[in-house]
């Protein structure tokens, strides 16, 4: 390109002082350039120091962080160079940030017009009394309803995405030709995500600024970006046009990331990335990543191989670019997903399952105060032995509430859950009996949360063996060190503290320890949504083998319709804490569909860019079902008419197990909703 | 936890303090404290009742090193002495304070409910009692020898250590891991004692040493109004308050209890400080990356 | 919002009335009532049952329970032990004077504390943050005597700058005890401050690393408008209750540093009427300083909801 770039960052090291006065290392040699009217995508997981680049470019570090050497260079300046003053200039105005979390990025206690008028004050030369109408003019520009509303709101009292999208316009006050995007959709629901990722990348055509995206996920980075660099460990292992490094990546890290994620088109489970990156600030001679790579020889684990060309246009770190190929791209390389078969008994019946949060007041009874709706209602589903269900919705949707419900920990308000389909349980765990217990296991969302962070692995592994078998002594050891080999984790592990472990290893003893009680039905709630994406499929891959192995019934609740996908025999959709779809995956993943499955499926992005998610509603967050009717209506793209408001939709049936609760008939629903 | 385990955590978490300097320094004061404390019936020069009358409020000397008092005792005995009857009592009610008001306030925090409820109004009201007044009416009334005393201050300081306990036990229980105990069906006492309390009495560590060096600022203050330690034994608080009115003539004789109480409290709030950081109680440390 | 504020005051008048009846109770169960005291050695037989008969105290408890709160309510806490003196008008002096000495310490204690916090906690490690956090840990651990007796060994009496103690009459003019009480609204304040200080330094150091700050920095707004726009008010919020309690402690529990100066605050009253065991006296200061504590916790809750947008609405849903 002619014009000189906007960004460019040339040899960065950026670092913090560890013991001792030595300096660990964040960031090692990165550069980067970036022209006006150009997007880069930062790519990495946790831990691979993509944020502190981000931060970095606006010559901004962390507490604690120190930049080493290199320079950060806005239009012609070394930010770093810059007096207070200025930075102070730059940044927020031509220089704008999106942070990853605007929940937390807003100030509490300031309303959100007081927010942007700060930002028009400090960047803006528009006289005092046009502000409001810009700031109204901005809340419109990132398509927030009703603004003049919203400027009088606190912060907390916005949906995530709203308040995304306020994030957006403030930075948007101060006319940016530069913005950095620090994963500003991580977090929020798919629909919501694909809405404002659509809005960025009109936003970027439109005012040909200069976009530097940071995200963990390559489907993100697919969307909107045309070249991406992907860092491992604080360095650049490849950087090249988006559409190469998604279809053909010229590193070996790039391509086993691309073949973990897992896709919707998917047959078979993601291949899994064996091992973990070395954490931030540790030293390593060589290749960073030569210990997980299946090319690596010797002279990659001492040599650091220096930026060479790779396929195409790209630039890669890696002594072998031409052997890279054989490492295989293709999501879906993995495991062939266990089937269980379709005539095998039920292990667990909901009937009518209703769940309600609050109780009613004595007050609101006495004054015979209709109930608000409840939470959760009317789920009636089944599971067979051996089967996985999935349950996929958005966040609101009330699956983990179920899952907690079918656990004892939560009790419905009416309805009956069933142990094969004729033992009833108790509502709660102090009513269940132990054996009932011991077949019903549940594995919760975050790890560090659900393990005692005061308890080695050993105590944690033996309190179900000694709860429901009793084992004691030898016997207790030889079976934890089995459950542990089972996870993939040795001997070595039953001393550590779940401090010590990375999340993916934490996530491996919550799976070990409900395995430990030797279940027939485990419940999983998100349990991979807290870890990075490399992890993750290790993670699908070991429930996959514990369900062949165990012939184990599994409900599998995740917002990730990919990964509900390739686990699940069968798949039920929720909205709003009600049934819309339930059936055989395949069935659900195809024609005719429910509306918000449909409006769930298209919103999906996939690391491909050649795919483009579709926009078939508004992602307006809603706080309550509706009292009546479907609890869809409000958001329906093709809501059937007033019945919709009314009359609670009828299940239709089409053959196979799948039904679909809705007023269109099915010959209607069997068209893709718009072409 | 067995009583191996218990020791290595408790060797662990010693090492860890004292490898910082507010560890290091408040662990040798407080240790210091208790040395003298026990031995210094033998190695007190003089006799706490010992009167020179020849050498009333005199000067520091070779014989009297921190000088004398309006007796003519010996200063320096008595301040190596003044520390005994506040560092056995508060010794003990501390830990008897925490004992209760942590076991209360625990089982308040997981039952909850209507007794929750009520006594959590009664330990409000009575924290809005003024300060000591409670601990003054009950000496003057049954005497303020230690065997009153105790348990006074064994009482009154562990009504605020139920709060922090229901606090803790609160947020504890909230966390997953206790779900996950709950939905294997252990019983509800074995999730309390394996669960629970390792992740309570790590708070209750650090609120006991606050406490401790609280009940001590208090013990010297009733023992300065003269409700404590009744003389001629020797006491922190009651020499102050003696030597007050013959500070101008001789300063030595409030500054050396002074210097006594004062190294004691603050080493055993260095001592929490350490214990807290240690323990990753503290609020303010945040991770650097 | 109202209903909440409400539900904080009902809260409050419970908390109130169990303290009365805590009292009450405590006072009910030493050995011994006032004619006990009053009488001393003469407490037998038939002048003990006249005593009793003209103080009342034959009467069923839950009646002179009545009977008490009832006058409290108006201001009237009976005779004092001697049955010489009203007790509201030997309390109403010493209360102005008690609030005198706490006005004296909160009107320059409480700015000085949010700035010497706001300090410590923006040149966080620096040896201002070392200086003032070791000094407020030096405040707060030293007894409250002790300081007062240092202060006056070195201000009175080596220096000679101001009078060491009160001489005043618990009657005089407030302007009148201007001199002499400055020492000890100064050790009141020192402690005060250092309370203070440790919250405000606590909450602004996770105010300044909280991620508000972090975009308002990378906003390009300027580093003292953050601090007072973005970071100041909401440290503030939480420091809101601990300056309650300290001002409930201030308004009531210095008996010590009275005692120390001989100020004729309500907490020397108190120490002279425990040690003169005359129990109505003690009950009526007990209930004016616990009735203050609520109160004044009281104001401070409905302060926080009214100025924490994040709260108010946080506690209308939890409702």
Known sequence: MANPPLIDIRKLCIGFSGRGGTILPVLHDVDLAVCRGESLGIVGESGSGKSTLALAAMGYLKHGLEKIDGEVIYDGVDMFARSPKELQRIRGGKLGLIPQNSGQSLTPTLRIGQQIDEVLHLHCTLPKALHEARAIDLLTQVRLPDPRAILRRYPHELSGGQQQRVAIAMALAGEPDALLLDEPTTGLDVTTQAHILDLLRELAVTRKMAMVYVSHDLGVIARVCD????????????????????????????????????????????????????????????????????????????????????????????????????????????????????????????????????????????????????????????????????????????????????????????????????????????????????????????????????????????????????????????????????????????????????????????????????????????????????????????????????????????????????????????????????????????????????????????????????????????????????????????????????????????????????????????????? | MSTATLTARVVCILRDMLARPSGAIGLTLVGLHLVIAVTSPWIAPFDYTEMNATMTLSGPSAEHWLGTDHLGRDVFSRMLLGGREALLITGIATPVALLWGGFLGVFLGLRGGWLDEVLMRVVDAFLALPGILPLLVLITVFGSGGEVLMPTLAFFFGIPVIRVARAAAHEVVARDFISAARARGHRPLDIVRRELMPNVTDTLLVEGAMRWSWMLLGFSALSFLGFGVAPPRPDWGLMVSDARVYMSLAPWGVIAPVIALSTLIIGINLTADALAKTLGLDQSRKAVV | MFALIVRRLALGLITIGLVSVIIFLGVEALPGDACTAVL?????????????????????????????????????????????????????????????????????????????????????DTWVDILFSTGAILAMTIPEFVAATLLILIFAIWLGWVPAIVLTPADAQPLEFFPEFILAAVVLTMLMVAHIMRMVRSSMIDAMASDYVQMATLKGVPYWRIVFRHALPNALLPAINVIALTVAWLLGGVVVVEVVFNYPGLGRLLVDAISGRDLPVVQAITMIVAATYVGVNLFADILSLALNPRLRSHQMRVR
């Open chain 1, 227 to 675: 070249r991406v660099l992907v860092l491992y460990a604080g360095e650049t292992v490849l950087i090249g046009p988006a559409a190469e490094v998604l279809r053909d990546p010229a590193h070996p890290y790039a391509r086993a990331l691309l073949a973990s994620i897992p896709r919707l088109c998917d047959q078979q489970l993601p291949r899994a990335l064996n091992g973990r990156p070395p954490s931030p600030g540790s030293h390593h001679h060589g290749c960073a990543f030569a210990q997980r790579c299946a090319l690596a020889t010797e002279t990659c684990r001492t040599e650091r191989p220096p930026m060479t060309a790779g396929a195409g246009s790209q630039s890669t770190r890696c002594l072998y670019p031409d052997r890279v190929s054989e490492i295989d791209i293709r999501g879906g390389g993995g495991a062939v997903p266990m089937v269980c078969p379709a005539d095998s008994p039920p292990a667990l019946t909901l009937k009518d399952v209703t769940i309600r949060y609050q109780r009613p007041s004595l007050l609101a009874r006495l004054r015979h105060r209709a109930l608000n709706p409840a939470t959760v209602e009317g789920i009636s589903l089944t599971l067979r032995h051996g089967e996985s269900l999935g349950m996929v919705g958005e966040s609101g949707s009330g699956k983990s509430t179920i899952l907690k419900a079918i656990a004892g920990l939560l009790a419905p308000a009416e309805g009956q859950i069933l142990l094969d389909d004729n033992t009833l349980l108790g509502t709660t765990v102090e009513r269940r009996r132990p054996d009932q217990l011991r077949r019903l296991q549940i594995v919760f969302q975050n790890p560090d949360a659900s393990l005692n962070p005061r308890q080695s692995v050993a105590e944690i592994l033996s309190q179900p063996l000694r709860l429901y078998f009793g084992l004691r002594g030898e016997a207790l050891q030889d079976r934890m060190v089995a459950l542990l080999d089972a996870v993939r984790l040795g001997a070595s592990y039953l001393d550590r503290r779940p401090g010590q472990l990375s999340g993916g290893e934490k996530q491996r003893v919550a799976v070990a320890r409900a395995f430990a009680a030797d279940p027939r039905i485990v419940l999983c709630d998100e349990i991979t949504s807290a870890l990075d994406v490399s992890v993750q499929a290790a993670v699908l891959e070991l429930l996959n083998d514990l369900k062949r192995v165990h012939g184990t019934a599994f409900i599998f609740v995740s917002h990730n319709l990919a990964i509900v996908r390739v686990l699940s025999d069968r798949v039920a959709v929720l909205y709003q804490g009600r049934l819309c779809e339930i059936g055989p995956t395949a069935a659900v993943y195809s024609q005719p569909s429910h509306p918000y499955t449909e409006v769930l499926l298209s919103a999906v992005l996939e690391p491909d860019p050649d795919h483009a998610p579709r926009l078939l509603t508004e992602d307006r967050a809603e706080l309550s079902p509706p009292e009546r009717g479907c609890p869809f209506q409000r958001r329906c793209p093709v809501k059937a008419g007033a019945i919709c408001e009314t009359d609670a939709p009828p299940w239709q049936e089409t053959g196979n197990g799948h039904a679909i609760r809705c007023h269109l008939p099915l010959t209607a629903l069997q068209n893709r909703i718009c072409g």
């Open chain 3, 40 to 124: 001393e050695r003469d407490a037998v037989g038939e002048a003990l049952e006249k005593c009793r008969e003209t103080m009342g105290l034959n009467t069923p408890a839950l009646t002179r329970y009545g009977a008490w709160i009832g006058g409290a309510l108006h201001g009237d806490f009976g005779l004092s032990a001697n049955g010489q003196e009203r007790i509201s008008d030997l309390v109403g002096f010493r209360v102005r004077n008690s609030l005198l000495l706490a006005a004296g310490a909160l009107s320059v204690g409480i700015p000085l504390a949010l700035c010497l916090g706001t300090l410590a906690a923006l040149r966080r």
